[in-house]
């Protein structure tokens, strides 16, 4: 197969996602269809057995017939009955024409995937006149194209890993501002109350909360700074514990001082987990970025072998 006609293929077979997409839409619409199909003949079910009823000469059409509504009641009846088949009628129609589209478009992906098994046969072929041609130019330059892109899928594979791990963090980050922000509701409670060991026991147990789920990110922040040996990052550990003595003065002193000095600390930890989580949310975002950039010179390199496997002239 010469290159024009390889390079007719490969334009053709691009629509494929395209009208994979489309036939997966119209099978939902004639899902839908049949749906449709199925009231609107109930419907005019319906109406039919309710002009049977009334020809019947049941006691009610009696009734009509002798105070002379008995031809508009049928009259009525039977319009009614005729929208309804005509409406029945349409949306048999309409999904006998999705079906014929769809059993048209089933013809055309078909025939467009044998182009592709053609075409990818071709490039096989292609590729094992390159190998059999380890000396030539040709050879060389692909077998570059190969080595880049390698590289490439190695980088996008680390920087899948980060991501995983840097969203992990964050994750755990936010959890641990939930429970700090719970624990601020319930020192202010403490500040302006006398509550008792009840507004204590909830203040420490969002604390010890908070407390664990900072333990669990400092260990996640060391994974994520193993992903990402060469990003300056400054997510050392930082956060301030409240230790047993505070709690120790906190409730058995119970005074306005030492509920604002636990509160503060709660505060000045959002502050810093909050300063945390904005770094990581800046790191997913680059890695985000990063791996398109990967993502886009792996698809232009996998272009350019396509095209060097075009251009070859197997004659020579």
Do not use: C
Not at 194 to 201: E, L, P, R
């Amino acid at each position: 197969m010469d290159s024009q006609n390889l390079s007719d293929i490969r334009y053709a077979i691009r629509a494929l996602p395209t009208l994979k997409n489309r036939l997966e839409r119209l099978e939902r619409q004639i899902g839908e269809a049949e749906d449709n199909v199925v009231q609107l003949k109930e419907k005019y079910e319906q109406e039919s057995r309710d002009i049977e009823r009334l020809t019947d000469e049941s006691f009610s059409a009696a009734l009509l017939r002798l105070i002379g509504k008995y031809e508009g009641k049928l009259t009525k009846e039977m319009q009614e009955q005729l929208q309804a088949k005509n409406e029945y009628d349409k949306a048999l129609d309409n999904v006998n024409q999705l079906k014929a589209e769809r059993d048209e478009l089933a013809k055309r992906i078909e025939s467009l995937k044998n182009q592709q098994r053609t075409y990818e046969a071709e490039l096989e072929k292609r590729k094992k006149w390159l190998i059999d041609n380890a000396d030539s130019d040709s050879f060389k330059l692909y077998n570059d194209l190969d080595k880049q892109i390698n590289a490439l899928a190695k980088q996008l594979v680390e920087t899948d890993e980060a991501i995983r791990a840097a969203s992990r963090a964050a994750a755990t980050a936010q959890e641990a501002l939930q429970s700090l922000r719970s624990a601020e509701k319930w020192a202010t409670y403490d500040v302006w109350t006398d509550n008792g060991i009840f507004s204590h026991m909830a203040k420490y147990n969002n604390i010890d909360q908070a407390q664990s789920l900072l333990n669990r990110l400092d260990s996640q922040l060391q994974d994520l700074r193993k992903e990402l040996a060469d990003v300056n990052l400054n997510l050392s550990a930082g956060f301030t514990t409240i230790s047993r003595t505070t709690r120790a003065v906190d409730y058995w002193l119970d005074n306005i001082f030492t509920d604002l000095n636990v509160r503060s600390m709660i505060r000045n930890n959002q502050e810093y987990i909050s300063n945390i989580s904005g770094k990581i949310q800046s790191v997913i975002s680059q890695l985000k970025r990063n791996k398109e950039k990967i993502e886009s010179d792996i698809k232009r390199l996998e272009k350019n072998k396509e095209e060097l496997l075009l251009t070859l002239n197997l004659d020579k």
